[in-house]
């Protein structure tokens, strides 16, 4: 009932844990609490909060215009509806290393398990755009030093992505991840990288876990779990592949229902009302309440509570 039982701490124990163990973690992009609820039912190991989703779910570019507020409160209505670890693109931090250190204390109380910081220059944009720029290395190290000093749970999973592979090539980037990581990053997210062999030099090259983004329609193939595996890549996101989804499922039915005047041909591709209340655990409600759950829908048991 109500939100995920596992505590933030025990979320952020579970991915260190999982990543010393040295497993390969997919992180699907929630959109939504309730995408975060499926994703787990679906028995990933996580959950990605994107800037771009959260952007686009307002109407807007991915162009840093969200607040550090609205991240922190998308993140916690997602990350408290889960039991899996949030990692959470927290884009360049929102500011100046002082404000980076707000950032990462806000987002602990929000209850993510991980949150990734760029070095971008603001105004940022996609990490598969052309045209981006990045700071320097001394601006890019202190962003990383001010999050991992700032944070108080010291399971709080600080990663530093660098996008400085697009603008000078695998070599920089390399250099540029071994500072973040002398730097106190506990994982690096290398942007935009152009092939496996690329994850493959990279993950080699250095001692931590090394995240691949498989973004649709980006400047990286869409590599397999298996063939990242092998390239040593530890964390997987697939950060706007469910909103494309979503949104492609919505664009097609409302095109049909414009088209026949009735919605009738889409129903069965859509989630039914038992599937929702099931994700919803309605019939949890009822160990509370009775009277919170005592309808029928077809599919959908209703568990009768304890003693009845
Ligand atoms: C990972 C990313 O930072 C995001 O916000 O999800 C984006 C994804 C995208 O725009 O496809 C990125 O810069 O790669
Ligand atoms: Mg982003």
Redesign the pocket.
């Given at each position: 009932m109500l939100y995920a039982a596992t505590t933030p701490a025990q979320k952020r124990r579970l991915l260190r844990e999982r990543l010393a163990a040295g497993d390969v973690l997919q992180f699907p992009?929630a959109f939504n609490p309730l995408s975060a609820r499926l994703i787990e039912d679906k028995g990933f190991d996580g959950v990605?909060i994107?800037?771009?989703?959260l952007s686009a779910e307002l109407g807007l570019p991915?162009i840093g215009l969200t607040t550090l507020t609205e991240v922190a409160q998308r993140s916690q209505q997602i990350a408290r509806m889960t039991n899996l670890p949030a990692l959470v693109?927290v884009d360049t931090g929102f500011g100046e290393p002082m404000n980076v250190a707000r950032t990462v204390q806000t987002l602990e109380d929000a209850g993510v398990a991980a949150v990734h910081i760029e070095d971008q220059v603001n105004p940022k944009r996609?990490?598969?755009l052309d045209g981006k720029q990045v700071v320097g290395a001394d601006t890019a190290v202190k962003r990383i030093r001010a999050a991992v000093d700032a944070r108080r749970d010291p399971d709080l999973l600080v990663m530093a992505r660098t996008d400085i592979r697009a603008l000078e090539g695998l070599g920089a980037a390399i250099d540029r991840a071994r500072q973040l990581v002398d730097a106190g990053a506990d994982a690096i997210f290398p942007?935009?990288m152009a092939d496996l062999g690329e994850f493959e030099a990279m993950c080699a090259a250095l001692d931590v876990p090394v995240l691949a983004?498989m973004?649709e329609f980006?400047k990286s193939d869409l590599f397999t779990r298996q063939q990242l595996a092998d390239a040593g890549v530890r964390i997987i996101?697939y950060?706007?592949t469910l909103l494309r989804l979503a949104m492609g499922a919505a664009e097609a039915g409302l095109d049909e229902l414009r088209a026949s005047g009735t919605q009738q041909g889409a129903v069965e591709r859509m989630q039914t009302r038992a599937r929702l209340y099931e994700l919803v655990d309605y019939a949890g409600y009822n160990a509370f309440d009775t009277t919170v759950f005592d309808f029928q829908v077809p599919g959908l048991h209703r568990a009768e509570p304890a003693g009845e």
């Open positions: 992009g990605y994107s800037g771009a989703v991915d693109d996609c990490g598969h942007e935009a983004n973004t980006g996101i950060p706007v």
